[in-house]
Structures are given as C-alpha cells and as structure tokens.
C-alpha cells in the first residue's frame, strides 16, 4: 500500500479494480510502454507540484523504515495525476484495457511509525493499516469527468524486512454506475482470492528499497 501511493503510480490496485470488466487488452504493445516511460520522466508543471507535494511524505515514510527511531505516526494529504497510458500500462498486467482517460486521486496517509519500525525488525508481523478512503476523479472523453471513492484497510505481512503477502480489504465503493460496477466485482474478488496480492507485495519491497534511496539524502539527515 505504502508504494501504490507514493512511489509507483497511485492507487495501482484501485486502477486494476476499476478496469476489471473493461475490455480485454491483446499483447502488451511496445509503443505504449515507451510512452508510458517517456510521461513518466517528462513531467508537466501539474505533475510535478504533486510529486513535490508527495516528498515530505515519502521521506517521514522511509525514516521510519530505516532510521527506526521513535516519533510522530505518519499522517500527510497527497495527490496523485495519472495519464491514459500509463494506467493502461498498469492494467495490463491484468489482461484489460483502461477504456477512459486521465485520473486524479487523493487521500490521506497514515500509518503507525510504530508499526512500521516493526515490519522492518521484527522476524514476522502482520502490518494492519487503517481505513483509507481513496477519492479520484476519471476522465472520459464525450461525458463530464466522474468522482468514485473507495475503501480498504491494507493488511501486509513482513518476515525479516520484507513484505511477503498483502490484502487490501476493500470496502465501500461509490461512484457512477458504469464505473461502480466493474470496481465493485473487481473489489469483491480480490476481498476473496487476493487477485492483486503478487503486485502490491513487489510494489511495497521496491518502495523501502528504490524509491526510498531516491531520498536517502532527506531521511539520512
């Protein structure tokens, strides 16, 4: 969960949830993954005020897991922006396509600094998250943007420093119908067979390892 907010694109699961009874996508396409990298290094002004707005974040986040020193929970409003094809990229893994357009969501991250010194020490743990309410706004080309919001309470279990499995407990799912309903199904498999369990587990490891050597130099001060 950490990962899906702050360092890979927001809300990995909720884009795979939210696309789940949209159309199957073919072979994945090698232009679209070159677009998708180029986006994701050529920022707008917009997008990079958010990943700025982010960074405080991602550096209380990573000091935990790795200076493990006593201090205030985490607690921090983020926004994330994500574009057509790169949310295409994502749901790709589950075989379907993104059939509508840009994404903007927020919520509100929190977590135990406690807890989160403990995934990183102690042999094994099951991390329980709070509930989060994650509130994005959906594009689409010839209709008003949509708002849908969703729920979850993350558990992830840690053995030796390592996030080895993951659900993210979904619960209440508003929204227009059309997009309610395929994130609905989507939400109530995963609840049941943990369909988006392998994914947010690697998001979570290259989170602590990757993403939080990118700040090293904030949360080593």
Excluded at 65 to 72: D, E, I, L, V, Y
Aim: net charge neutral.
């Amino acid at each position: 969960m950490i990962n899906t907010y702050l360092g890979h694109p927001i809300l990995l699961a909720l884009f795979v949830a939210a696309a789940a009874g949209a159309v199957p996508a073919g072979a994945q396409d090698k232009k679209a993954d070159e677009a998708t990298l180029s986006s994701e290094i050529n920022l707008t002004p917009e997008e990079q005020a958010e990943r700025d707005g982010r960074k405080a974040c991602k550096v209380a986040i990573c000091d935990a897991f790795h200076n493990r020193k006593p201090g205030a929970d985490i607690a921090c409003a983020i926004t994330k922006s994500m574009r057509k094809e790169q949310l295409q990229k994502i749901v790709s893994k589950a075989k379907v396509s993104w059939p509508w357009g840009r994404v903007v969501c927020k919520t509100d991250v929190k977590a135990s600094r406690e807890m989160l010194i403990k995934a990183m020490t102690e042999p094994k743990i099951e991390a329980q998250f709070e509930m989060h309410k994650i509130t994005c706004t959906v594009e689409r080309e010839k209709e008003a943007p949509s708002e849908i919001s969703a729920e979850m309470s993350p558990k992830i279990t840690f053995e030796n420093g390592k996030a080895t499995k993951a659900a993210l407990m979904w619960g209440k799912v508003d929204g227009p119908t059309v997009i309610k309903g395929a994130m609905w199904t989507a939400t109530a498999a995963d609840n049941t067979i943990g369909v988006l369990q392998s994914m947010i587990v690697e998001d979570v490891n290259d989170f602590v390892d990757k993403k939080c050597d990118e700040v090293k130099a904030d949360w080593k001060k």
